[in-house]
C-alpha cells in the first residue's frame, strides 16, 4: 500500500500526507478528518515505519483492532485532526463541511512537523504532497493527488481513516452519556433502524443534522411534534 507514497517521493515530495475522514453519511454529530504522514523527518530516503498492527481501511477493521492501530500510529507518525460540528453542516454543506475539517487537520500536521524539524511552512510547501481519498479537492495550498479508494490503495490514507473513525467514535460514545435515548454508542449517528425509531419517538436533539434525510422529511411532513432535545430538557 505504499504505491502513491513511493511515487510521491520519485517526484519530488519530502512530506507526503494521507487524508481521509469519517462522518460524511450519519444523521448527527461531526465530520471529522485525519491526516497523516508517514515519517516525522523531511524525506531524504523513503524509510517509512513497519507497524505491527493492521493498516487498512477502517471500514475493514472490527473496533478493537482500530483502537489498537490508532495508538501504534499516533506514537509512529506526525498526524493532524479536524472537526466540523452539525451546526456548521446544516448552515453550509456536508461537502464544504468535510473540505475544511481536511484542511484544518493538514494544517495542525504541518505546523507539527514544521516545529519538529524547525522549518517553516513556506520553505516546505513546494515539496508537500497529499493524497486525498476519494474524489473531493479541498484546496490545499500543496500538490493534491485524489485517489479514489485510497483508503485501500495508500497506507498514508488508510493510517488517516483509523485516526479519523477512532476519534469521531470517542465523540459520538462522549454523546451517548448526554443523549443516551438515541443510542449513539452503538450506531455512531448513522441511520440504523434504531436511531430512526428514537428519532420517530423523541424528536430530534442538538446533534442531529437538520438537513438531512429523514430528520428533515420529518419536519416537512409535521411528524416531528417533539421539541428539539438539549442538555437541559433530557428525559
Given at each position: 500500500m505504499l504505491l502513491w507514497e513511493k511515487k510521491a517521493f520519485v517526484e519530488g515530495a519530502s512530506l507526503i500526507i494521507g487524508v481521509d475522514e469519517a462522518g460524511r453519511g450519519p444523521l448527527a454529530g461531526p465530520v471529522v478528518a485525519g491526516a497523516v504522514s508517514l515519517t516525522r523527518m523531511p524525506l531524504k530516503r523513503f524509510n517509512p515505519p513497519r507497524?505491527?498492527?493492521?493498516?487498512?481501511?477502517?471500514?475493514?477493521?472490527?473496533?478493537?483492532?482500530?483502537?489498537?492501530?490508532?495508538?501504534?500510529?499516533?506514537?509512529?507518525?506526525?498526524?493532524?485532526?479536524?472537526?466540523?460540528?452539525?451546526?456548521?453542516?446544516?448552515?453550509?454543506?456536508?461537502?464544504?463541511?468535510?473540505?475544511?475539517?481536511?484542511?484544518?487537520?493538514?494544517?495542525?500536521?504541518?505546523?507539527?512537523?514544521?516545529?519538529?524539524?524547525?522549518?517553516?511552512?513556506?520553505?516546505?510547501?513546494?515539496?508537500?504532497?497529499?493524497?486525498?481519498?476519494?474524489?473531493?479537492?479541498?484546496?490545499?495550498?500543496y500538490r493534491t493527488v485524489k485517489i479514489i479508494k485510497g483508503d485501500s490503495k495508500s497506507l498514508s490514507i488508510a493510517a488517516a481513516s483509523i485516526i479519523a473513525k477512532v476519534s469521531r467514535d470517542k465523540i459520538m460514545l462522549s454523546y451517548d452519556k448526554r443523549f443516551p435515548e438515541y443510542g449513539f454508542s452503538k450506531h455512531k449517528g448513522y441511520g440504523t433502524r434504531l436511531h430512526i425509531e428514537a428519532i420517530k419517538r423523541y424528536g430530534p436533539c442538538e446533534l442531529h443534522r437538520k438537513t438531512f434525510a429523514p430528520i428533515l422529511w420529518q419536519s416537512q411532513r409535521g411528524r416531528g411534534t417533539a421539541p428539539i432535545k438539549n442538555d437541559l430538557c433530557k428525559n
Amino acid at each position: 500500500m505504499l504505491l502513491w507514497e513511493k511515487k510521491a517521493f520519485v517526484e519530488g515530495a519530502s512530506l507526503i500526507i494521507g487524508v481521509d475522514e469519517a462522518g460524511r453519511g450519519p444523521l448527527a454529530g461531526p465530520v471529522v478528518a485525519g491526516a497523516v504522514s508517514l515519517t516525522r523527518m523531511p524525506l531524504k530516503r523513503f524509510n517509512p515505519p513497519r507497524f505491527r498492527e493492521r493498516i487498512d481501511d477502517s471500514k475493514k477493521i472490527v473496533p478493537g483492532q482500530r483502537k489498537k492501530s490508532s495508538v501504534e500510529i499516533l506514537k509512529k507518525t506526525v498526524f493532524g485532526i479536524g472537526r466540523r460540528g452539525q451546526g456548521f453542516i446544516d448552515r453550509e454543506n456536508i461537502h464544504r463541511a468535510t473540505a475544511l475539517a481536511m484542511k484544518d487537520a493538514v494544517r495542525s500536521l504541518v505546523k507539527k512537523f514544521c516545529q519538529r524539524n524547525n522549518k517553516k511552512e513556506k520553505d516546505i510547501r513546494s515539496r508537500v504532497c497529499v493524497l486525498v481519498d476519494g474524489n473531493i479537492d479541498p484546496g490545499f495550498p500543496y500538490r493534491t493527488v485524489k485517489i479514489i479508494k485510497g483508503d485501500s490503495k495508500s497506507l498514508s490514507i488508510a493510517a488517516a481513516s483509523i485516526i479519523a473513525k477512532v476519534s469521531r467514535d470517542k465523540i459520538m460514545l462522549s454523546y451517548d452519556k448526554r443523549f443516551p435515548e438515541y443510542g449513539f454508542s452503538k450506531h455512531k449517528g448513522y441511520g440504523t433502524r434504531l436511531h430512526i425509531e428514537a428519532i420517530k419517538r423523541y424528536g430530534p436533539c442538538e446533534l442531529h443534522r437538520k438537513t438531512f434525510a429523514p430528520i428533515l422529511w420529518q419536519s416537512q411532513r409535521g411528524r416531528g411534534t417533539a421539541p428539539i432535545k438539549n442538555d437541559l430538557c433530557k428525559n
